[in-house]
């Protein structure tokens, strides 16, 4: 089973989900932490998380290779977050064909996993290449994981509503 938590900044859709994967696990799920540390203000969120986690997932760290981090794992896992594997993606030089061809590698599991993701497609379009490129990006692979997944929920001011 293949479940989105898609919602703004904030919105308390990373809970939600974590809720979601502990609530429906029979084994203590993974938690894959894609956000690399990028700067103090990065790592303070990172420590938040953490915290917040306590000890209900075993963490695996992995800002690009989401698929190879998890594709001998059978429990099930907690993808945090596809918005900052993207980011890394694109920090690194990888294309939109690589995130489409890495995330249908992990939608192609068969093990449960629960996908987090940024919904940056309601703002304006910014006036620069680099952020117009992640918001092209962002939506079409929450379109192709949207698609794949089972359920879908969006989240809104800490309510995840069930849309798929």
């Known amino acids: 089973m293949k479940t989105l938590f898609i919602g703004g900044i904030k919105s308390g859709k990373s809970q939600n989900a974590e809720d979601y994967i502990l609530k429906n696990s029979s084994v203590k799920p993974r938690y894959l932490a894609t956000t690399e540390f990028i700067d103090a203000g990065m790592k303070d969120r990172i420590e938040a998380h953490v915290q917040s986690r306590g ?12 698929y190879e ?4 794992n059978k429990s099930p896992v907690l993808v945090e977050c596809v918005s900052m594997w993207i980011n890394n993606m694109f920090y690194h030089d ?71």
């Open 94 to 164: 990888f294309t939109l064909q690589d995130m489409q061809k890495e995330l249908n590698l992990v939608l192609d599991l068969e093990q449960e996993v629960v996908f987090v993701l940024n919904d940056v497609g309601s703002g304006i379009i910014p006036d620069n290449k680099l952020a117009r490129d992640f918001i092209d990006a962002s939506g079409k692979l929450s379109q192709l994981i949207a698609s794949r997944c089972d359920e879908v929920y969006h989240t809104i001011a800490g309510i995840s509503t069930r849309i798929k």
């Open 69 to 72: 981090a998890i594709k001998t």
């Open 55 to 66: 000890d209900n997932f075993v963490t695996i760290e992995e800002s690009l290779k989401i």
